[in-house]
């Protein structure tokens, strides 16, 4: 009997196991890397914080002189002017802040746009 020889099959059947194991854990069990989850975590809470501060941006907009006048012409530009025109315009800036965000105006334009003024 030799244990060599006994032993090659299990030690192949392990790492056959193994890999097969890694394989169905990073495609249907939901296992991901540390810097993915990082990037889906980071993702996450930016779109949590846009969604957060685009209301903020609307009620901007409905407090500005002419708010109908300038959904009107938010409506005509095409959508990839849209949040720089918000952004433009101030109301994507945020109080406290100096400067604006292009997603908080890019979602802000959205629902300006869907108003009912």
């Known amino acids: ?6 032993l090659n099959p ?21 296992w991901v890397t540390g810097s993915s989850a990082e990037t889906s975590a980071k993702q ?9 501060l685009a209301p903020i941006c609307v ?9 109908s006048v300038s959904q009107a012409e938010l409506q005509k530009i ?10 433009k315009a101030g109301w994507a800036t ?11 105006a890019k979602a802000c334009a959205g629902l300006i746009s869907n108003l009912k003024l």
Request: hydrophobic share 50%; charged share 10%.
């Open 1 to 6: 009997m030799n244990i060599q020889t006994d």
């Open 78 to 87: 095409s959508a990839w002017q849209q949040g720089p025109y918000v952004e």
């Open 94 to 104: 945020m109080p406290g802040s100096t400067s604006p965000d292009i997603a908080v």
């Open 10 to 30: 299990a030690l192949l059947g392990a790492v056959v196991g193994a890999v097969a194991l890694a394989i169905v854990g990073f495609t249907w069990g939901g």
């Open 59 to 67: 009620d901007q907009f409905q407090r500005s002189i002419d708010a």
């Open 44 to 52: 996450s809470a930016t779109a949590a914080v846009v969604a957060v």
